[in-house]
């Protein structure tokens, strides 16, 4: 078995990559404190084809040297906007008709990988490293997806749960079209 070359892979330039059909799928920041975490997010909605990224709160915003250490580029592929106020950002893709889920461990959450209609644009809110989605957004959404486990920690880091719900959104939305 032989690797790949990156050549090989063929992946799209950056113009490419903007004509390229995004999964209905915006992602949320809710005062994501490392911009470590940021760039990784970046780095996945770029591999997954997320429609954009909205950084609120403290959440850093590109350009930033951290960002880019783990974006590595992707904070030039993905479309990104700036809140001051998470709140303000639920409110607004409420209005525009999304589906907004807290990524979070709540009262009443849906454990991923339940069935989730695909005519639908999701916002999914991913929170603070320590606090989680905050109170008061959690109670603005539409609903929560937790992530299954049977480990003896209760959560996984962002930028992980990232990945691990990108990823399952992807292959049940992108895929079927």
Not at 6 to 32: H, I, Q, S, Y
Not at 147 to 156: A, D, N, R, W
């Amino acid at each position: 078995m032989r690797k790949i070359s990156n050549e090989e892979l063929r992946r799209p330039t950056v113009e490419e990559f903007a004509r390229v059909r995004k999964m209905p799928v915006t992602v949320v920041l809710d005062n994501v404190r490392s911009a470590l975490n940021v760039g990784s997010f970046f780095r996945t909605c770029d591999a997954f084809a997320a429609e954009r990224i909205m950084l609120c709160g403290i959440t850093a915003t590109p350009p930033d040297r951290e960002i880019h250490k783990t974006a590595l580029g992707a904070e030039l592929t993905v479309a990104w906007e700036r809140f001051a106020d998470t709140a303000a950002c639920v409110e607004r893709l409420k209005g525009e008709g999304y589906r907004v889920l807290a990524i979070e461990q709540v009262e009443q959450s849906a454990m991923l990988g339940e069935p989730v209609p695909d005519d639908v644009r999701y916002a999914l809110v991913f929170g603070n490293e320590v606090e989680g989605v905050s109170q008061q957004v959690v109670d603005m959404c539409d609903g929560a997806i937790e992530i299954p486990q049977v480990g003896t920690k209760h959560s996984l880091n962002v930028s992980v749960a990232g990945g691990v719900v990108l990823w399952d959104f992807f292959c049940r939305l992108r895929l079927k079209g």
